[in-house]
């Protein structure tokens, strides 16, 4: 049986791998003596490993970040396994066993994996110590113990609780992670996420970690001029009616038209990651032309305004605002959510 063809979709996740690569460059360039890396995990932020991956590799980028084991698989057709790092270490004698058969690098963070990766076999690892975050990572008291000493650590790391702020803690966590370094045998040093990277060289030491703004957010204001949007995306309308006075949209009722007016249903909604804390107060557009949104966002779909645009007609496409800068300012969502909570439907697009 021949399986028939996919129709169109009625939603466009567009990524710019252009400015992609141009962000890794920058952000490369602003690491200064050090390399920068690529935190790929989530997917690339809900922006397709397939997409940004190889981007990323042929812009000159040789390490990259994942959380997860079950993330290797997926980056490992576009980069050597040894130049993946798994954050979330080995917490199984399986995490260890897959480790030797791809060949990617646990970041080893706590005692116990330290010695559950002796156990089977030990070799090249990462670690990772924590200086206030309080997450994964080793105690910097535990740094002496024989298990981490006989460790063969490529990369030490430590995470950054508050780069995206003139904190005190950023100068206490730095003077930690350099008091630590000295004790442990290691090749290169990361401390800088994308935030710490704008906090200037001291801080990037030989590999910095960037991840949200590969992706186009803009973490500390050192960074804006910088760094390029890399998501757009677009949604199709499936209809259009006049509403009459006094009818609503939507959940609930809680919008209700004072006036005889034109709206549209739009292909997307809080499944394909438009969630329903973005609704209010915003809008969609179309060759500039604002469209508010009405009502509730339901699952698949939201209902904007036609007022500004009374010709647009079922099957025309609306761009919806994915600027993760301007729309974390506008709503409860961080940028980190904007992407990382972008539906599988529409990063199958």
């Known amino acids: 049986m021949i399986d028939p063809e ?30 920068a890396g690529a935190a790929v995990k989530a997917d690339c932020y809900g922006l397709g490993v397939e997409t940004c991956v190889p981007a990323l590799r042929d812009a000159g980028c040789e390490t990259f970040f994942v959380a997860h084991w079950g993330e290797v698989a ?39 994996q330290a010695e559950r990766w002796r156990a089977n076999g030990g070799g090249r690892c990462h670690l990772m110590i924590d200086t206030g975050i309080n997450r994964l990572g080793l105690a910097p008291d ?9 460790l063969d650590v490529d990369i030490l790391l430590s995470h950054l609780a508050s780069a995206d702020e ?9 003077d930690a992670f350099r008091a630590v370094a000295a004790r442990i045998a290691h090749r290169r040093a990361s401390l800088a996420n994308s935030a710490g990277i704008g906090l200037g060289e001291t801080f990037t030491f030989d590999l910095t970690r960037p991840g949200l703004a590969l992706y186009g957010g803009i973490p500390r204001p050192e960074l804006a001029g910088v760094i390029r949007s890399v998501a757009q995306v677009e949604a199709m309308i499936l209809q259009t009616r006049k509403l009459s006075a006094g009818e609503s949209v939507g959940y609930n009722a809680t919008f209700t038209a004072t006036s005889a007016m034109p709206v549209a249903t739009v292909s997307i909604g809080y499944a394909d990651g438009f969630l329903r804390s973005r609704g209010p107060g915003n809008a969609f557009y179309h060759d500039g032309r604002r469209l508010p949104l009405l009502g509730k966002v ?6 904007v305004d036609l007022s500004n645009a009374p010709d647009l007609a079922a099957g025309d496409w609306l761009q ?16 980190y959510e904007m992407l990382t909570v972008i539906g599988r439907r529409l990063r199958g697009c």
């Open 6 to 35: 996919l129709p169109p979709p009625t939603l466009r996740l567009a990524v710019d791998t252009a400015a992609l690569a141009a962000n890794w460059r920058a952000l490369d360039a602003l690491s200064g003596r050090g390399r």
């Open 74 to 112: 997926p980056v490992m057709p576009y980069v050597r396994g040894g130049e993946i790092a798994v954050l979330h270490g080995v917490s199984t004698e399986a995490d260890c066993a897959y480790a030797r058969a791809t060949g990617a690098v646990p970041v080893i963070c706590s005692l116990e």
């Open 142 to 150: 535990e740094v002496g113990d024989s298990r981490i000493s006989a």
């Open 166 to 174: 003139d904190s005190p803690m950023n100068l206490r966590q730095l």
């Open 298 to 303: 339901s699952m698949d779909m939201v209902v």
């Open 320 to 335: 919806v605002p994915w600027d993760i800068n301007d729309t974390a300012q506008q709503s409860t969502l961080s940028a």
